[in-house]
């Protein structure tokens, strides 16, 4: 567990969380999961101690739910925002969602932020502002703007996985369009279109959670609600524009892998039907062969050129001029090119 006291310019690493309220800036909260387990017994009488209202025990059941989907949910004292980190799995031969929830608790003076272990948001944020020099940079002025910008990091995460999916996808595609051989990397393809699924709807959710915010926003009388409420409207729709970005790129590597897998279905057709077409027409070639050569063979002693010397090449010679006639045909109407 980590506390920090942030105010305009300055931030402040604390041991724990002051007797007090803050009267200038907030407080931000940070811990994992399983410290919130552990710790909640405690956090709860800090709060009685602050003034505030302690957190819901069904809230509480959230935050130590890390697949809980993204959900928004406001009560009189604090608003709970849940959003599901998308992130790149550790092999990159095989993307996939990374679906831990990331919870906030959102107090007028006190932000709680729950993350899983080794989260790299909160290690980001938390380097940040180690780095950031005393007086030098403007930090958030509320707990909701600092929610925004964590809010905001988590959704940007998604561009990791974004490369690989994309690059995936196009190693799928040109398997898929290559005529030259056969495509037999179906399982491959089903588990992509499945994270594509998966990602589509946490995204639908994140979009959700954050509109349900932005609306419980815009019901605060003015004066009563966050100070800057019109700077957090901004920052809560861009946030909700990255969402949207995430969603069309899902949406277009969908429909580009359907349309490369029409154009493999589409490719066989047109391979199977030249295949068919070429032996169409070698069979319609050997046909009229087939009946010379019949009716020569007939068990009569009166057929023409059966006796006769040079009837053997005459026959070869017509049989000939016959297969070559209909092979220029064919050649002519195109039955039998290669273009």
Known sequence: ??????????????????????????????????????QWPDLQSQLQAWGERPLLDLHVSDLLNEQLPSYFDSTVAYDLLVLQRLGAAEDPEQPRADTRAIGFAIYP?????????????????????LAQPVG??????????????????????YLDLRRQLSRQHGDLQQALIDTRRPFENWA????????????????????????EWLDALA??????????????????????EHIERVLSHIRRLSS???????????????????????????????????LITGIFGMNFDALPLIHDRLGAWIALGL????GGGLFAWFRRKRYLGSK
């Open 109 to 129: 003076r006190l932000l709680i932020s729950v993350h899983p272990t080794g989260c790299p948001v909160q290690a980001q944020f938390i380097d940040r502002l």
């Open 188 to 211: 491959g393809l089903l588990a992509a279109r499945d994270t594509l699924f998966r990602l589509e709807d946490l995204c639908e959710d994140q979009q959700s959670a954050v509109q």
């Open 319 to 322: 049989m000939l001029a016959v």
């Open 219 to 240: 019901e605060w009388p003015p004066g009563d609600g966050p100070p800057d409420q019109e700077h957090l409207r901004v920052r809560g729709r861009d946030l909700l």
């Open 136 to 157: 030098n940079g403007r930090l958030a002025v509320s707990s909701d703007e600092w929610m925004l910008r964590m809010a905001n990091q988590v959704v940007d995460s």
């Open 256 to 290: 580009s892998t359907e349309s490369a897998v029409q154009m493999h279905y589409a490719a066989l057709g047109h391979r199977t039907n030249n295949i068919m077409r070429v032996l169409t027409a070698l069979t319609a070639v050997f046909l009229p062969l087939n």
């Open 1 to 38: 567990m980590q506390v920090w006291l942030l105010s305009g310019t300055r931030a402040v690493a604390l041991q724990r969380l002051p007797v007090t309220p803050p009267t200038e800036g907030f407080a931000w909260l940070t811990l994992a999961r399983e410290d919130l387990q552990g």
